[in-house]
């Protein structure tokens, strides 16, 4: 029973904690780069790699593109998001 406690409070823990770490999600192909530049491991070089490689039409493109590595990547695919642009 202590056992099973534990883990259920571990689990709690993680849960609240990836509660609070989201939010809005920061759409890349409206983001500023200054508000590219609050994502984890994005500095002034790839913020504006990010912004001039717009528009993006899925997130991933980011590594498909030759924009990030993987590595940044993995730190941002959950804060972001690529929503398409209407066309008018």
Known sequence: MRKLFAVSVLALASFWSAAQTTGPLLD???ATTAQLKTLPGMGDAYAKRIAEGRPYSMKNQLVRRGILPQAAYDR????IVAHRIAKP
């Open 76 to 79: 941002i695919k959950d804060l």
């Open 28 to 30: 890349l192909n409206t």
